[in-house]
């Protein structure tokens, strides 16, 4: 049976090892991919989100434009409302977005770096390949959202200046004459969607690449 004091160096051996082992799963590699992971996540969340106010945005201006009696005040107020909201959503995306491109342009960055030194050409060669499957991902992302700008950025116009034209012509008559501008509208909206669709798809695939665990589905 163990005295107190060997009991005591055994336990503050066991807790030193644990440690040791704890410490030696925070690499900086992982720690690189960890924070490219996180930042993914963020923006995903916000795609779903930012998707959300956009459909909800669009709603409140269709049911506005179809109002043909009654005071048009309240619902072009929360249509203003509305547009307010996804503005808002926007911005955060586009921050949650430069986050990811920092925190992936560092992680791809140290792992070239790293994969230099590696002396063995086989390990060399699939660490380079590996790599390069991931940034294709991270390259689609941006390809997407890219594609996407011009349209979402003309939406955008459009709902603002359709705030603005209305805030001057609240009127039966008003907002029936806007309503061939509405439905470019959700046209806009709707291919909008479907590269959102592409972008939360690919995020998805990024997002299982950098996890350190298996999926359930493999």
Known sequence: MMNTRTHRFYAIGIVA?????????STPGRNSATKAADAVTALQQRMTTGEQQMDSTVTT???????????LRPQYQKFRDSVDKLEAQVKKGRSERAAVTTQADAYFAKWE????????EDIRQV????RETV??????I???????KPVFESLMRDLGEIKQALDFDLTPGGTTAMKPVVAK??????????????IRAELGHVSAELAATASTSQ
């Open 113 to 120: 770096q790293d994969t230099k030194t590696l002396q063995n």
């Open 135 to 140: 940034k294709a991902s991270f390259d689609k």
């Open 61 to 71: 201006l269709v049911d506005l434009v179809n109002q043909r009696q009654g005071d």
């Open 17 to 25: 090892v644990f440690a040791w082992a704890v410490a030696g799963c």
């Open 185 to 198: 509208v959700q046209g806009k909206a709707a291919t909008v969607k479907t590269h959102i669709a592409t």
């Open 142 to 148: 941006n390809g997407e959202f890219n594609a996407a």
């Open 127 to 130: 660490a380079a390949s590996r």
